[in-house]
């Protein structure tokens, strides 16, 4: 692994311009270090000059002890007709104190002309004059050219200039920027190749995502030449986000032979993609490639067989080697391998031929027909296991329940209450409660009298409810329920299914409860 290509993460500055994306400096500086961690090679953090919280971020990290990153500020060029040395942007980027310093400019005359409204020799100026001002001051300078793409297509005799108005001033490194996201691969190709020729300098890329290319775009300027990759752990970033690093680096290590990160560190690619997303406050996507929940699970029978006997037969990588792990999905056309894989998990003496393995695929279709759906909800299957194996103890019972529901308008916080009554080992419980909802209530007045007998639940949580008709068109519609709940040391995700809502979410929440007093129950036995 000879070639080298060096990441540089703008998750902390690009990503932060995601919607519904907020980061507290705490968060910056937690996603910094796992970036750090894992090996990238550069991380933008911001630009101290846009906003106060930048500012204070930069102040808190300049003296952090980075293994492996090199920090950068990131900033624009000098504005027209000032003085670098006065303009107050420039001076505010100087502040932050990074060795590394990103200077963005504008490479489309149509931006310099109608946009920033200067002339195309002034804003040549304005570049030569910025990066010149940094290496000066012994900064390492990466000049962002900024819808270099597009400018290239408009005018590509100045598109050229503004990046050697760049080198003049001394930039160690050209990046060429899809800004507006919209270029195809073999454009790409094409013009980077002839800019790596041309300036004979490392040279970058930077794609957006607006066509669904950013990561063949990225891959493409690397054949190209590039050595230099930008883009976002995740993908995250404005519009359609950004080029996904987690991808890029797994298809440049793993598939071209690449050193991206070190490659120990390559085990924990799954990791810290999860542990960015949970900082950011959002959910992972699960068909993301190599990271994704969905990128090592099988479903259909064929290809559930064919990789218990190869995995190389339906699986481009082994997935331990990002870190992820492979998962058959629990259902209908599944095949018995899947069934078996569980069956195993609860008693290991049953093979491929015992009868209980026909007997749950027939039962598991069964349960589908009328509605279940147990791929995410492998819990829910693992309890159904359990009690046709014989290998399941009922905790509690339920004696009965009652929902109270009120106008919402007359109450604005807490519109329903619940009351329930269960038996555990002969002896009743009676208890209430209320709750945003039926079954928020119902919830709370659950684990409430079951915490009576089992303090432990009071760790256990529930953190997403989804509802979906099966049947559309009537009143008397099933419905499926999915519970997730946590008890911070993992989630689990149970299944109901009812033509009543209240029903299918008892069910939901029992199951949940149940496994989660089961795997207590084995924790504590294998103490």
């Known amino acids: 692994m000879n070639k080298e290509v060096k990441i540089f993460d703008s998750f902390l500055r690009d990503g932060a311009q995601a919607r519904n994306v907020s980061f507290s400096i705490e968060d910056k500086i937690k996603i910094l270090m ?77 931006h310099v002309t109608d946009v920033i409204q200067t002339s195309l020799d002034e804003n040549v100026a304005m570049i030569q004059d910025t990066v010149r001002f940094f ?43 899809d800004t507006n996201g919209g270029s195809f691969p073999d454009d790409i190709y094409d013009v980077t190749k002839l800019v790596f020729d041309k ?6 890329i930077h794609c957006h995502n607006d066509t669904g290319m950013a990561e063949a775009n990225s891959l493409m300027a690397v054949k190209a030449g590039a050595t230099h990759v930008q883009g976002t752990f995740i993908g995250i970033g404005e519009r359609c986000g950004n080029a996904n690093l987690a991808t890029i680096i797994a298809n440049l290590q793993l598939k071209k032979n690449y050193r991206c990160i070190p490659k120990e560190q390559m085990a924990h690619l799954t990791e810290t993609a999860r542990y960015v997303a949970e900082i950011t406050n959002m959910r992972l996507n699960p068909g993301a490639p190599y990271v994704g929940t969905n990128a090592f699970a099988h479903k259909g029978g064929m290809h559930i067989d064919g990789v218990a ?48 393995a026909k007997e749950l695929i027939n039962i598991l279709k069964e349960m589908e027909h009328d509605g279940y759906q147990f791929e995410a909800a ?49 002896q009743e419980e009676m208890t209430a409660s209320e709750g945003n909802g039926p079954v928020n209530a119902l919830d709370k007045a659950l684990r409430k009298a079951i915490e009576v007998f089992y ?26 329920v999915l519970i997730e709940s946590t008890d911070m040391k993992a989630n689990w995700t149970t299944v109901g299914v009812s033509t009543n809502i209240i029903e299918a979410s008892m069910l939901a929440l029992m199951d949940s409860i149940e496994y989660k007093l089961l795997k207590d129950e084995e924790e504590a036995g294998n103490c």
């Not at 000059?49 to 003296?63: H, L, Y």
């Not at 492998?378 to 103890?393: A, D």
């Open 378 to 426: 492998e819990t829910s299957f693992e309890m159904l296991v359990r009690k046709h194996l014989g290998k399941y103890k009922p905790f509690f019972k339920v004696l009965y329940y009652r929902i109270i529901e009120e106008d919402p308008e007359s109450s604005k916080e807490l519109s329903a209450s619940a009351m329930i009554k269960i038996r555990v080992d002969g």
């Open 199 to 204: 300036f004979q300098i490392e040279i970058g």
């Open 455 to 480: 303090p432990n639940l009071k760790e256990m949580k529930l953190i997403d409810y989804k509802v979906r008709v099966i049947d559309s068109g009537a009143s008397a519609s099933k419905v499926r």
């Open 135 to 177: 290496k000066n001051k012994g900064k390492e300078v990466i000049y962002d050219a900024e819808h270099f793409f597009d400018g290239y297509k408009s005018n590509k005799g100045y598109a050229l200039r503004t990046l050697q108005a760049a080198k003049d001033g001394g930039a160690d490194c050209l990046v060429l920027c």
């Open 309 to 356: 006997k190869a995995s190389n037969s339906f699986e481009h990588i082994s997935p331990e080697l990002v870190g992820n792990h492979r998962t058959f999905l629990m259902s209908e056309v599944a095949g018995k391998n899947a069934i078996l894989k569980m069956l195993k998990k609860i008693d290991p003496s049953i093979t491929k031929t015992s009868k209980e």
């Open 34 to 110: 796992a970036l750090d961690n894992l090996g990238v090679a550069y991380v933008e953090a911001g630009n101290p000059g846009s906003n106060s919280k930048d500012k204070e971020f930069f102040e808190r990290v300049i003296n952090l002890k980075l293994k492996n990153t090199k920090l950068a500020a990131f900033g624009s060029t000098r504005r027209k007709e000032v003085d670098v040395e006065e303009d107050e942007n420039v001076q505010q980027l100087l502040s932050a104190g990074t060795n590394t310093i990103v200077i963005f400019g504008k490479s489309w005359d149509f």
